[in-house]
């Protein structure tokens, strides 16, 4: 079956705010998606991230073998935040988006939906 990947983006101005009854509820709806599409065979991989503040972008000047430059914080302003993903394993485009519109994030964010590379081996 194919694979997408679920990538989860909320709002940048929100990012890290609430308070933990706010907090409990998001993680309570999260808990309960991962429940479900887990029983459902659907979640094959994920992660949350750290917020934005802690990403570190990296740029090697000169191609292959040149310096490494890094900078803090995330490659450009955006107003919104990528903050984890979800790796679907779902028979179509059809089914993951089904299943992406259950991810929290969708209700307040976006999800968005993209299928992975296969390599031949």
């Not at 998606?33 to 917020?51: Q, R, S």
């Not at 307040?108 to 993209?114: D, Q, S, T």
């Amino acid at each position: 079956m194919p694979k997408y990947a679920a990538l989860i983006y909320t709002p940048a101005a929100t990012e890290g705010q609430g308070t933990p009854e706010e907090w409990a509820q998001v993680m309570a709806d999260y808990n309960e998606f991962g429940e479900k599409a887990g029983a459902a065979g659907v979640i094959a991989g994920g992660e949350a991230l750290e917020p934005t503040a802690t990403a570190t972008t990296v740029h090697v000047t000169g191609g292959k073998g040149g310096e490494i430059m890094t900078t803090d914080g995330p490659f450009a302003e955006v107003k919104e935040v990528l903050g984890g993903f979800y790796v679907l394993d779902c028979a179509d485009l059809d089914d993951a988006i089904k299943w992406a519109s259950q991810i929290p994030a969708a209700w307040h964010g976006k999800v968005e939906v993209r299928p992975l590379m296969v390599f031949d081996e």
